[in-house]
């Protein structure tokens, strides 16, 4: 069913707040923020949105449908194994400005979850289940390459891999140093290829 946020707001305006959302997070964002951002008066917020939190659970949807994938494509080609995952990490070598400012939306508000109501935190969730699954996904196509070697547990792989990219994204929106994610993403690739190696 289309939102009552889709029908009413434009698509600029739904990505300005995304991003104004994405920048502040939901706790340093004020109604007066979202009111200069939409263009919508106080009333008008409330009444077609539900308030403010019902507006950053949508920008969090929004979020997920149009930025995530960008960002999670390399781990769509399971496939290609550890390459895959390898591809993925890769890519936040070259972290800047005018890509992903920010750092990621959701893993931002993960970092804040317990502050956030049970709809917020069950999206969380939900994408960081999903992640997963790609992490496993990956593995079991490194498993069929001989990559890596059948008793490899996927499971524990693939927490260490989402734990680790929270971390990194974390850090990443805090301004750290290029070398700094550089060598994280040196290390993991490092490790990921050590990690139970198939007997050919």
Same mark, same amino acid.
């Given at each position: 069913?289309?939102?009552?946020?889709?029908?009413?707001?434009?698509?600029?305006?739904?990505?300005?707040?995304?991003?104004?959302?994405?920048?502040?997070?939901?706790?340093?964002?004020?109604?007066?923020?979202?009111?200069?951002? *939409?263009?919508? +008066?106080?009333? @008008?917020?409330?009444?077609?949105?539900?308030?403010?939190?019902?507006? /950053?659970?949508?920008? !969090?949807?929004?979020?997920?449908?149009?930025?995530?994938?960008?960002?999670?494509?390399?781990?769509?080609?399971?496939?290609?194994?550890?390459?895959?995952?390898?591809?993925?990490?890769?890519?936040?070598?070259?972290?800047?400005?005018?890509?992903?400012?920010?750092?990621?939306?959701?893993?931002? *508000?993960?970092? +804040?979850?317990? @502050?956030?109501?049970?709809?917020?935190?069950?999206?969380?969730?939900? /994408?960081?289940?999903? !992640?997963?699954?790609?992490?496993?996904?990956?593995?079991?196509?490194?498993?069929?390459?001989?990559?890596?070697?059948?008793?490899?547990?996927?499971?524990?792989?693939?927490?260490?891999?989402?734990?680790?990219?929270?971390?990194?994204?974390?850090?990443?929106?805090?301004?750290?140093?290029?070398?700094?994610?550089? +060598?994280?993403?040196?290390?993991?690739?490092?490790?990921?290829?050590?990690?139970?190696?198939?007997?050919?």
């Amino acid at each position: 069913m289309t939102s009552i946020v889709q029908k009413v707001i434009s698509d600029k305006v739904q990505d300005k707040t995304m991003r104004l959302f994405w920048k502040k997070g939901f706790f340093s964002t004020s109604i007066d923020d979202i009111v200069e951002v *939409t263009g919508f +008066n106080r009333a @008008a917020i409330y009444k077609y949105f539900g308030g403010k939190n019902h507006l /950053f659970l949508e920008m !969090l949807k929004r979020y997920r449908k149009e930025i995530t994938p960008i960002f999670t494509a390399p781990l769509q080609n399971a496939a290609l194994g550890l390459e895959a995952i390898e591809n993925f990490f890769g890519q936040f070598v070259g972290l800047n400005q005018s890509t992903m400012p920010c750092g990621c939306f959701l893993i931002a *508000t993960a970092s +804040n979850l317990p @502050a956030h109501d049970d709809a917020v935190a069950e999206f969380i969730r939900g /994408f960081s289940h999903d !992640l997963h699954q790609l992490f496993c996904a990956c593995l079991e196509g490194a498993i069929e390459k001989k990559e890596l070697a059948s008793t490899a547990d996927q499971k524990a792989i693939a927490d260490f891999l989402v734990v680790n990219l929270f971390g990194l994204l974390t850090w990443h929106r805090v301004g750290v140093p290029t070398s700094f994610i550089k +060598n994280h993403v040196t290390i993991v690739k490092q490790f990921l290829k050590t990690l139970f190696p198939a007997k050919h």
